[in-house]
């Protein structure tokens, strides 16, 4: 921070703000720009800093410039603590967990390979020593993928692909970073490199790597606790989030000396976890768009400033005898190393058990998409100024950052084309359609309406609806040709069963919202789904109704209450648990019997669509009324068996519609303004707290 401090030591307060809202200005007017030609945004900013550095030393006005350039506190406490807690917020964590092998295959053993064969490898090119060497292959073997990832999003890349660039980022970033600290460590200890440094170096690295998970999920999970109170305020609950981005990440760092970048992971994963159930839907779409504009702003400072850091240092270090010659064999050495981790890990990766195989095209744009970007950096100007050949140190990172965005970002595109990763299969496709048809329905729908009013002309309507109906006539006639391909049969099955299972989650979603059901049977039910839907991907269908991924704190708690049975066989914590268990039991069939009901609503209109296809069809309408009926007969079991906890949830249920119905016909009123606003307010927070006894009333 202090060197934060010092950057902008000879600006005003007034100059300050000017530079940075300039730079704000002149970044989004560039992002429109580069949006218009679709070239990757990141990539464009570090264009546009170099010009502007360029412009900076040239002319008087933009002389201020001048005084931004990138430092590593800048970059590391407060621009990557947003990289990282967003990125784990927004994370899927099934697919994560799914691929957590490949990831941290990549993340963790793959930098050390890296870190080695660069090292050696500059080493012998360029004038740098063996710790020098060692240094610099740790500090630039972090990969950065904000432009790739982008580019993915543009050009709609495989979920799975996205995944592998994106987790191996933010995990080896940590590894980078304790990997450097490490190699540091040694050499201003004059340790010698042997294998006993080797091993304690390795105990450092997994004490560090766990430790900042530790810290983090522990401060996620304090916070989440402390948001109960919050009363679902959406500011309050923001300042939260970023009070645990930042505070786990000093706190860790600096208190506890693990990986500050693995406790903000830690607790982004913690609040994405919980997100679903803890926060309402308002709550996460202020979440949502808060640090997706706060990442918009660190990429825009860490992109621009590395452009003009880029510009302003190369002035001095491009004057170094033979420093774009060993640029080129770092360049090498970089690929070399990269060609050796991704291609010579992936295929052993595919040979573990239960690891789905990495194709050759995703092992292709893990090769050319590990590009370099503000974590090198950091590291590399963070190096004391007394250390030797610390100018060619940063020469090279320099020159392989440029590189890396310049030549592999940008032609990322055409690789990605290339091996065909942006064609949807056959089942993207046809959802695609589905969703294009039923979206125009409904504007058709809509126009009629509008008709009736009397205000739009029969030619202008006319117009418009012949429009929607062409469109509509096409996308069904593409679909039908997908639909009648023999080829296809097995595809248009998964696509009706996939889509019952979107059924069931807004299903369960709208029951959960409303408090019919608990938080614990929510996260249940969704697990099921998601290893239903695992299920149906794989073909393997009928999937099967049951809780196959239970979730961590559930497999927590049975662990304790295992401990207890034996310990207290008669206890009266237990004889609580099974009672709640019971009563949870009872509301996962509850919830499937109202899924089941919609299920059948669904099917009706899908056969619209699907006619050729009744067996189908019909496999699915048996499968959930028998689902239907088993659940109706599990409940008159427990009905019969345990009549006083099913009362408890029939009561619970009611009372929970009843204050939903209310607070509804409330908020309507005060729109139709027949309750005035301040009155209403008192009356909600009256109904919130009736809602939230309810809920724990069990």
């Known amino acids: 921070m202090h060197e934060v401090l010092n950057m902008t030591a000879g600006l005003s307060l007034l100059s300050l703000i000017t530079a940075i809202i300039s730079l704000l200005f002149a970044a989004a007017v560039a992002a429109m720009a580069f949006k218009r030609f679709k070239f990757p945004y990141t990539i464009g900013l570090v264009i546009l800093g170099i010009i502007l550095a360029a412009l900076a030393y040239n002319f008087e006005f933009f002389e201020p410039l001048r005084q931004f350039t990138l430092t590593p506190q800048l970059i590391l406490y407060i621009l990557l603590p947003t990289l990282i807690f967003e990125a784990s917020l927004n994370i899927d964590s099934r697919l994560l967990i799914k691929n957590i092998v490949p990831v941290l295959m990549l993340a963790a053993p793959g930098l050390v390979i890296s870190t080695f064969i660069v090292g050696i490898m500059v080493k012998f090119m360029t004038p740098l020593g063996l710790g020098g060497a060692m240094l610099f292959g740790a500090l630039i073997s972090a990969t950065d993928p904000v432009a790739v990832i982008t580019l993915f999003k543009d050009v709609g890349a495989p979920k799975r692909l996205t995944m592998l660039v994106d987790g191996e980022s933010l995990f080896n970033d940590a590894t980078a970073i304790v990997m450097f600290n490490i190699v540091m460590g040694m050499i ?34 304090i916070m989440i606790q402390i948001m109960k109170f919050t009363k679902d305020d959406p500011m309050l609950e923001l300042a939260f989030s970023v009070i645990a981005a930042y505070t786990s990440f000093i706190v860790a760092d600096r208190c506890f000396g693990v990986s500050g970048v693995m406790s903000s ?32 702003v660190a990429n825009t400072f860490i992109f621009l400033l590395l452009g003009l850091t880029e510009k302003v240092m190369f002035f001095d270090i491009g004057k170094s005898k033979g420093i774009f010659l060993y640029i080129l064999f770092a360049i090498i050495a970089v690929l070399v190393s990269r060609i050796v981790v991704v291609f010579g890990l992936c295929p052993l990766i595919g040979m573990m058990k239960n690891q789905k195989k990495i194709s050759i095209q995703y092992q292709t744009v893990l090769f050319w998409g590990g590009l370099r970007g503000g974590v090198p950096l950091a590291l590399v100007l963070s190096i004391p100024v007394s250390f030797a050949n610390r100018d060619m140190l940063i020469g090279l990172t320099l020159g392989i950052v440029l590189f890396t965005l310049l030549i592999q970002g940008t032609s990322m595109n055409f690789l990605i084309r290339l091996l065909k990763l942006d064609k949807p299969g056959t089942f993207e496709k046809m959802l695609s359609l589905q969703a ?3 979206s125009k329905r409904k504007v058709m729908e809509v126009i009629s309406n509008l008709e009736k009013t009397g205000h739009f002309s029969d030619d202008t309507v006319s117009v418009v609806r012949d429009k929607y109906a062409a469109e509509i006539l096409d996308s069904l006639k593409e679909l039908e040709d997908l639909r009648d391909n023999p080829e296809n049969a097995s595809t248009v099955r998964q696509i009706i069963w996939s889509e019952t299972l979107n059924v069931k989650r807004n299903t369960y979603h709208g029951l959960f919202d409303r408090g019919i059901i608990q938080e614990t049977v929510f996260r249940e039910l ?5 290893s239903q839907q695992e299920s149906i991907t794989a073909n393997n269908i009928p999937p099967k109704v049951i809780i196959e991924l239970i979730p961590p704190e559930v497999k927590f708690e049975k662990f304790i209450l295992k401990l207890l049975k034996l310990v207290f066989p008669e206890g009266k914590l237990l004889r609580l648990h099974y009672a709640k268990a ?45 689902v239907h009926d088993k659940s109706i007969a599990h409940i008159e079991k427990i009905e019969k068996s345990y009549p006083e906890y099913a009362d408890q949830v029939k009561t619970r249920v009611l009372r929970q519609v009843g204050f939903d119905t209310e607070l509804k016909t409330m908020k309507e009123m005060v729109e139709k303004g027949k309750l005035p606003e301040s009155v209403c307010s008192e009356m909600e927070a009256e109904y919130e707290r009736k809602i939230i006894e309810n809920r724990k009333a069990v």
């Open 188 to 221: 201003v200890s004059g340790a010698a490199f042997s294998m006993g440094t080797f091993f304690k170096g390795s105990c450092d690295f997994a004490l560090i790597f766990l430790g900042g998970v530790f810290i983090g999920a522990l401060i996620g999970c």
């Open 526 to 530: 969704e697990h099921s789904l998601n």
């Open 582 to 626: 019971l009563i949870i039991n009872l509301e996962e069939a509850i919830a499937l019997v109202i899924a089941v009901k919609d299920i059948n609503a669904l099917l009706d209109d899908v056969s619209r669509l699907y006619r050729e296809h009744s067996v189908a069809l019909n496999e699915c309408r048996d499968f959930y009324k028998d």
């Open 436 to 438: 294009v048809i039923s």
């Open 265 to 296: 992971m830690g607790a982004g994963i913690v609040f994405s976890w919980y997100g679903t159930t803890r926060f309402t839907a308002e709550v996460r779409e202020y979440l949502k768009k808060f640090w997706e504009f706060a990442v918009f």
